[in-house]
């Protein structure tokens, strides 16, 4: 009886690292980029205006955008670092919901691309992809099962022409497209066993 095996856990949150990490830098280089054009913008449309404050007691005269000029740049410094820490937590938990899964489904089509049709795709009950994870897996059922169908088939005309006299060379061609056939796939035994009884 095969072992079953448990469902994948992902234990890593960085599935992808280059993609994630070229995505939160062009999503921070471009919140930098509207910060910067946010205080040019108010810089100029404060251009020519004057503020009077009391300093030291006495009245002082001064240009608005250089009076506003580093409250707007400590404002856009706090939003950049909340911003980008926002971006960073929010990219790191979409990829473990959905690239995290599809990660794991290259890796386990990619298993069955070998011919392994013992090869099941286990999800989380969460996870994206679930249901085409479900489609695969009846999919590679099925091609197991028609696997060992022409297996068998061949066994049986193997067997009839072996008792009816075929010539050798005929019986070893037949042998070796079915050691091809076992060679090239890795078949789930229950299901052959099934089909030798029916």
Not at 5 to 34: A, E, N, T, V
Not at 53 to 68: E, G, K, P, W, Y
Not at 114 to 124: K, M, P
């Amino acid at each position: 009886m095969s072992k079953q095996k448990k469902p994948y856990k992902r234990r890593h949150f960085f599935i992808k690292k280059d993609f994630q990490s070229r995505f939160i830098l062009c999503f921070c280089l471009l919140i930098l980029l509207g910060n910067i054009l946010a205080t040019s913008l108010v810089l100029y449309f404060f251009k020519g205006n004057l503020t009077s404050m009391f300093q030291n007691s006495r009245l002082v005269v001064t240009d608005t955008a250089h009076f506003i000029l580093p409250a707007v740049l400590y404002t856009n410094l706090i939003t950049i670092v909340i911003i980008s820490l926002s971006v960073i937590g929010f990219t790191l938990l979409v990829s473990h919901k959905i690239a995290g899964p599809l990660f794991r489904l290259e890796q386990d089509i990619a298993v069955i691309a070998t011919g392994d049709l013992t090869h099941t795709i286990h999800l989380r009950k969460g996870d994206q992809f679930r249901e085409l994870s479900a489609d695969i897996n009846q999919m590679t059922d099925q091609l197991n099962q028609k696997i060992i169908t022409i297996q068998t088939g061949l066994a049986r005309i193997i067997a009839s022409a072996d008792q009816q006299g075929a010539p050798s060379g005929f019986l070893d061609n037949l042998n070796l497209l079915h050691g091809r056939i076992g060679h090239h796939f890795l078949l789930k035994k229950e299901k052959n066993d099934i089909h030798k009884t029916t």
